[in-house]
């Protein structure tokens, strides 16, 4: 009676990334050594700024450039119109976006030429649009005003949310809808309840790009306002002067103007890459 062997299992032997872990340091390195810089700079204390060698860990850290940034520059004054401007402009956006886009993808509203009309207005570079927009916000009398910003805003990012949303409606299926009008449901029930959860991480995909590009815009925010509704991008030209750059203040407002993009980003992120992947793999 002849013993049967077991076969010899063979370890499998794992190469390491070795460019791949290069890579993702030189990446790292890349991006967190100016936010520590930045973040260093910001409560070092002045003699330290240009110290040789340099000085990567303050001895007195100190917060007077928070203070300064935020209520000698105004820089608090600018961080709220920038949280009433963005978060006003994103909702609109996301909403106006989301109606566009359901249209543009259920009934083909305008044909086949209309969804890319939306979009190519996008490629219009702001250059080209601002002085118009600047001279009629000034007769009708809504220049420097969080208003004026807020259409200028919506209008500025709605080619990206309606582009987006329509390609995340395009993919979805219209039985569910369908089923829920064989219900007794209206159209716009249909949407409501049943479209608009299931589309629920495209329109976060969709409402955060508008924020991030709201919140960072600077050209139009520049000439349509003035000294009431002055946005945070707006406020770090008064860090450079004759006198000097005052470069505490800068990376104490940089690094605060950081935080409700990382805050949101963090919170986000799961219905981002979801949105952002479903939209782009059939859009």
Same mark, same amino acid.
């Given at each position: 009676?002849?013993?049967?062997?077991?076969?010899?299992?063979?370890?499998?032997?794992?190469?390491?990334? !070795?460019?791949?872990? $290069?890579?993702?340091?030189?990446?790292?390195?890349?991006?967190? #050594?100016?936010?520590? =810089?930045?973040?260093?700079?910001?409560?070092?204390?002045?003699?330290?700024?240009?110290?040789?060698?340099? !000085?990567?860990?303050?001895?007195?850290?100190?917060?007077?450039?928070?203070?300064?940034?935020?209520?000698?520059?105004?820089?608090?004054?600018?961080?709220?119109?920038?949280?009433? #401007?963005?978060?006003?402009?994103?909702?609109?956006?996301?909403?106006?976006?989301?109606?566009?886009?359901?249209?543009?993808?259920?009934?083909?509203?305008?044909? &086949?030429?209309?969804?890319? =009309?939306?979009?190519?207005?996008?490629?219009?570079?702001?250059?080209?649009?601002?002085?118009?927009?600047?001279?009629?916000?000034?007769?009708?009398?809504?220049?420097?005003?969080?208003?004026?910003?807020?259409?200028?805003?919506? !209008?500025?990012?709605?080619?990206?949310?309606?582009?987006?949303?329509?390609?995340?409606?395009? &993919?979805?299926?219209?039985?569910?809808?369908?089923?829920?009008?064989?219900?007794? =449901?209206?159209?716009?029930?249909?949407?409501?309840?049943?479209? #608009?959860?299931?589309?629920?991480?495209?329109?976060?995909?969709?409402?955060?790009?508008?924020?991030?590009?709201?919140?960072?815009?600077?050209?139009?925010?520049?000439? $349509?306002?003035?000294?009431?509704?002055?946005?945070?991008?707006?406020?770090?030209?008064?860090?450079?002067?004759?006198?000097?750059? &005052?470069?505490?203040?800068?990376?104490?407002?940089?690094?605060?103007?950081?935080?409700?993009?990382?805050?949101?980003? !963090?919170?986000?992120?799961?219905?981002?890459?979801?949105?952002?992947?479903?939209?782009?793999?059939?859009?």
């Amino acid at each position: 009676m002849s013993s049967v062997t077991p076969p010899v299992r063979r370890r499998k032997h794992r190469s390491i990334p !070795v460019g791949r872990i $290069l890579l993702l340091g030189f990446f790292l390195i890349f991006v967190l #050594v100016p936010l520590y =810089w930045m973040f260093n700079t910001s409560i070092k204390p002045s003699d330290d700024y240009l110290a040789i060698p340099p !000085v990567w860990f303050p001895e007195h850290p100190t917060l007077i450039h928070y203070w300064a940034a935020l209520f000698t520059y105004r820089g608090f004054d600018g961080l709220v119109n920038s949280i009433i #401007v963005s978060l006003s402009a994103t909702a609109l956006s996301a909403l106006l976006g989301t109606l566009m886009a359901y249209s543009l993808a259920r009934f083909n509203t305008g044909g &086949q030429h209309l969804s890319f =009309w939306v979009l190519s207005q996008r490629f219009l570079p702001p250059i080209g649009i601002v002085l118009p927009i600047f001279l009629i916000y000034r007769n009708i009398g809504i220049y420097d005003t969080r208003f004026g910003l807020i259409i200028a805003y919506t !209008v500025f990012t709605l080619p990206v949310s309606v582009w987006m949303m329509f390609a995340y409606f395009r &993919q979805m299926p219209s039985s569910m809808e369908e089923a829920a009008l064989v219900d007794g =449901w209206t159209r716009w029930g249909a949407f409501w309840r049943v479209a #608009v959860p299931l589309a629920a991480p495209g329109i976060v995909a969709a409402a955060v790009f508008a924020f991030i590009a709201c919140w960072t815009e600077f050209f139009f925010a520049l000439l $349509l306002t003035s000294r009431h509704a002055f946005t945070l991008p707006t406020v770090f030209r008064a860090f450079i002067g004759f006198q000097g750059a &005052q470069y505490g203040e800068a990376a104490a407002l940089a690094i605060v103007s950081l935080v409700p993009s990382i805050a949101l980003g !963090v919170l986000a992120q799961k219905h981002l890459v979801r949105g952002l992947t479903l939209g782009a793999v059939r859009g």
